[in-house]
């Protein structure tokens, strides 16, 4: 066809619409992209939940280790003022 034109896609499975009027400017045409989900958007999803989940278990644990060494130094350092005799 006359005036038509391939281009190459940045984004997978997106495609590239251009809407443009013979007689008008090229600065009055209007550039469109549209992206189509993949099937792997499901993936995605579940792999950055589980991360996400990950992470925030493990900052927990550590928390609650830090938590617990820190009760005990204070119990050492009642301890070490404390005069037995």
């Given at each position: 066809a006359a005036g038509a034109a391939s281009f190459t896609t940045v984004i997978p499975n997106s495609q590239?619409?251009?809407?443009?009027?013979?007689?008008?400017?090229?600065?009055r045409w209007k550039l469109s992209m549209y992206v189509n989900p993949s099937a792997r958007i499901t993936s995605v999803l579940v792999v950055l939940i589980s991360t996400v989940v990950v992470l925030a278990l493990?900052?927990?644990?550590?928390?609650?280790?830090?938590?617990?060494?820190?009760?005990?130094?204070?119990?050492?350092?009642?301890?070490?003022?404390?005069?037995?005799?």
């Open positions: 590239l619409v251009l809407l443009g009027w013979t007689g008008a400017s090229p600065s493990l900052t927990l644990y550590l928390t609650w280790k830090e938590v617990q060494q820190d009760k005990i130094g204070a119990q050492d350092m009642i301890h070490a003022f404390t005069f037995e005799s």
